[in-house]
């Protein structure tokens, strides 16, 4: 979230991080920890239905911050599709 270093490298697998966030990724840990992060309690139909990774972390993007009422910069779906 901050962009702070960690002591990991991408070849740790994420299942011996401390800190990894499924979807978000590695955190250091101060955010890890911190109150900034919140939660976001997702349908467990919206992951059941949604078998690509890439499209359920669009969903939850999207849910995110539709909760708090913000408005992306750049809306992901779009990239690539030129």
């Known amino acids: 979230m901050c962009g702070?270093?960690?002591?990991?490298?991408?070849?740790d697998h994420i299942d011996l991080r401390y800190g990894y966030v499924e979807g978000m990724g590695?955190?250091?840990?101060p955010c890890y920890q911190g109150s900034?992060?919140?939660?976001?309690?997702?349908?467990?139909?919206?992951?059941?239905?949604?078998p690509n990774d890439m499209e359920l972390g669009m969903k939850v993007r999207q849910?995110?911050?539709?909760?708090?009422?913000?408005?992306?910069?750049?809306?992901?779906?779009?990239?690539?599709r030129g």
């Open 26 to 29: 590695q955190l250091c840990s």
């Open 36 to 50: 900034s992060r919140s939660s976001l309690l997702v349908d467990h139909r919206t992951i059941m239905d949604t």
């Open 63 to 80: 849910a995110y911050h539709e909760s708090l009422n913000i408005k992306p910069p750049i809306k992901w779906e779009s990239i690539g």
């Open 4 to 11: 702070g270093e960690t002591p990991y490298n991408i070849y």
